[in-house]
């Protein structure tokens, strides 16, 4: 796509102060935020005069009644799906004709603590080497909820959930080998969601060598009685 | 006659020839390969969480050290993902200098990727001689901004410095010693029995299914498949530039060979124009002094030169720093094909793999 530096006309949301914590762009049924609340995900919908790719109608058309929502910034299609219909979503996209969306090129989640009751933002990046376009999907997943997996439809998606899994804790219903990649495999703990400490967990931040060796020594005595 | 049980060979994270940190776990039938479980984390030093708590000019900095044989390509990703978010205009000098520093990364990635992959095979002298032609860009760099690894070397809206007099004249001169010696690498291995031996048909994966399985760049496009972000999505100037892409037929692992050897010669020519036409004007657009794009995300991809690398930035509006700050790394989603393509070959071919797909374990972990 040749207009990705440019954004189209940016969504009316987005130039107003404060622009996240808006509330016109969380949809009805989550919970709204309070006044000076950590910010919630930007999801703002598409412009009137955007041009709708044929793939975005197919799309459309093919779901009709799984409350679909439709987003657009900066020249990219964002659609908004259900937990229950991704595996539906995922294989048309794959399938049908006119997307063709065979290059699953990253899946990823951002957490948003703020949104209690669904914090995690799944966000699968799918592009088409055939047509040559892009599409996102978005997921919303709570902590305890079994996320579809899309192994199935894109092997490509294997190792990416793994690492979803590893650093946020979000289980993938149905992968072939759901197990941690990047930490090692005994570690407790989701090192990105947003409440885990960059410094990682327990890290006892001494104010000098000589305390550092205190604390040795006292590990050392307690080991030896 | 013999019973001969499964046996499990570890190569350890600590190999010479697994180009850093990677650990891979072989169940072995006799010589054959099985299965292969691939495990990484060695290296994982949290960049992503890093990046949430650092400015986002700050950020270049740190994308350097991800991919750290090609590090003006995770800047130039980087930085223009960050433009797009904030919609600035990048001036086309800019972008001209930005394309000719891409495609010299491009070239010391595939000279360093020749030399340790023919290395690891057992052709020590290429290479000797890959590091030497690799010294001159590391020249041509350090005089651009100072450092020979880690480069540092774009900004939000453009580039720290402009080039440096008679600059031009040494990156023309370097392309004229690159072809000269491209000749060298090719008589010592296109054609060497020994390496078409260790090469021809090892690592076989067609197309749709190098597809499927999340290859790109080099090793896709010898699998077949016309697909380049700099020719289907152009970045930077690419868009003004000729070039070819080259593929290769079969999907081994000689014509992932042959399909870098003739990318460093489509750089080559890339450079060429790009220094021949390099427009005058601004080196930096016009970017704000605090740098806050508007809440919201995007997904932009770069051709590396292991692949697509992709930036995927969520701003919420109102820190100085990226909310949530995604890499989508191309050596993480090649090595996945790692297990698919060693099935059925001699732990020999391992090695000869793991070369061939170009990892660097520094973008693999993050």
Known sequence: MADQNKPESPPPDAAAPGGAAGAAKVPAGSPKPAAAAPPLPPDPPPPADAEQPAFVGALLAAFPDAGLQLSYWLGDWTVIVGLDRLPALARFLHDDPESLFDFCSDVTATDWPARASLRFDLVYCLYSTTRRHRIRIKVRAGEQDGVPSVTSVWPAANWLEREVFDMFGVRFAGHPDLRRILMPEDWQGHPQRKDYPLEGPGELILESPQEWLRLRQAVEESEIE | MFDTDELVLNMGPQHPATHGVLRVVLKLDGERVVDADVVIGYLHR?????????????????????????????NLGYCETVEKLLAVEVPRRARYVRTILAELQRLASHLVWLGSHAMDIGAVTVFLYALRERELILDLFEEFCGARLTYNSMRIGGLPLDVPSAWDKKVLQFCN????????????????????????????????EAIAVGLSGPPLRASGIPRDVRKDEPYAAYDEMQFDIPLGT??????????????MRQSVRIVRQAMEGLPEGPIVGKVPRLIKPPAGETYHANESPKGEIGYFIVSDGKATSPYRFRVRPPSFCNLQALPRLVRGHLVADVIALIGTIDIVLGEVDR
């Open chain 2, 177 to 208: 010693v690159l072809m000269q010696k491209l000749p060298e690498y090719e008589v010592l291995l296109t054609h060497n029995r020994i390496w078409l031996e260790r090469t021809r048909g090892v690592g076989v994966i067609p197309g749709p």
């Open chain 2, 46 to 74: 949290g960049v992503e969480k890093l990046c949430e708590s650092r400015d986002w000019t700050q950020i270049v900095l740190i994308t350097d050290r991800m991919d750290y044989v090609a590090s003006a390509t995770n």
């Open chain 2, 250 to 263: 079969r999907g081994d692992t000689y014509d992932r060979y042959l399909v870098r050897l003739e990318e």
